[in-house]
């Protein structure tokens, strides 16, 4: 019995030890710039959400928050290099909706976002639009699911390319409400709303569709996000359809490689919050990408990160998408 208890008494004294070692860590931190890897080039989406947040994080911090732009490949050069990177908390990277898909859709992922990295915080997120041409008979989801049983497989659905998030919400739609549409890749969003405003198209999910919506050349009948958005309140959600869970877009957040001390990340995950705040972010996103903020604990963007590989995987298996090498 001695043995063991002393044992366990050591047990004890170790791990006593790492958790005042991480608590003095987080007292200090930081003391030198922090890295924020945005896995995309300077303009992009994920880069403009990011830079908003970036004077905050630096006046907050009183250290420097640097946004260091590696762009290509999908954004899996930047994932991978923030992957590797010392779990010390002078490094961070902006994940997206397009690394959980990429992730969904791989065999062997040179990367996982719950296993390499630790959540810090929802940034952002743009819900799409579900918009339809003009000439389509549905003004709201329920009529249009009613439309397209009676013609399957005649209404089209354009998307940004082969298994990008605008495609994967058209084939979440078919698979939960059991109808038939054909799906029509394009190389980028703009030519399929050009198609849509034109004719050619029956509808789409898009987040840069508003414009053409609120000149009467398509019409809009539903919104993908949790609740209704302020950017459309009299906009319904497809989840108001009956579809629970249909709650997709494009979204940013911010991860650390895996490790980091657990008062740091909550440090930052304050400190991120307390930012879209004072920073006025929230009207900011609104006025310029029609993007709304997120946020919450470290615990509630893991489990969105890890819903959302889920929901993809599903979708992808399901109606057996594949992508061209």
């Known amino acids: 019995m001695t043995k063991h208890a002393g044992r366990f008494g050591m047990a004890i004294m170790l791990l006593s030890t790492f958790v005042l070692h991480d608590g003095l860590h987080a007292q200090t931190y930081p003391t030198k710039p922090v890295h924020v890897i945005v896995p995309y080039e300077p303009g992009a989406g994920a880069d403009f959400i990011t830079r908003l947040f970036i004077p905050g994080l630096t006046e907050e911090m009183k ?18 290099i923030a992957a590797r990177s010392a779990p010390d908390g002078y490094t961070l990277v902006t994940v997206s909706g397009s690394h959980t898909i990429t992730q969904a859709f791989s065999k062997v992922p040179t990367y996982d976002l719950t296993r390499d990295f630790d959540s810090v915080a929802l940034l ?25 049983k009676a013609n399957p497989g005649k209404l089209t659905f354009g998307s940004s390319g082969e298994g990008g998030g605008t495609h994967l919400a058209g ?14 890749p394009y190389k980028g969003t703009a030519q399929a709303i050009s198609d849509l405003v034109g004719g050619r198209l029956s509808m789409i999910f898009a987040t840069q569709v508003m414009p053409q919506v609120k000149a009467g050349r398509v019409r809009a009948i539903a919104i993908t996000s949790a609740e209704r958005s302020a950017m459309a309140p009299d906009l319904p959600t ?16 911010l991860s650390t490689p895996a ?5 740091i990340v909550k440090r930052l995950n304050d400190i991120v919050n307390k930012t879209a705040q004072i920073q006025d972010i929230g009207i900011k996103l609104m006025n310029q990408s029609s993007a709304e903020p997120l946020l919450g604990s470290p615990e509630q963007a893991g489990a969105y990160i890890r819903d959302d590989i889920q929901r993809w995987r ?8 594949t992508l061209q090498q």
Do not use: C, Q
């Not at 599903?314 to 998408?321: N, S």
């Open 124 to 148: 952002a997120s743009t819900p799409y639009i579900l918009a339809v041409h003009p000439s389509i008979a549905a003004n709201n989801i329920k009529e249009l699911i009613a439309l397209a």
């Open 63 to 80: 250290v420097p928050f640097i946004v260091d732009n590696r762009g290509g490949a999908t954004g899996s050069i930047g994932i991978g």
């Open 314 to 321: 599903e979708i992808i298996e399901k109606a057996h998408i």
């Open 238 to 253: 497809v989840i108001e359809a009956g579809f629970s869970g249909f709650n997709v877009g494009a979204w940013f957040a």
């Open 171 to 184: 084939e979440l739609l078919k698979f939960r409400a059991g109808i038939d549409m054909l799906h029509v």
């Open 259 to 263: 490790g980091v001390p657990k008062p």
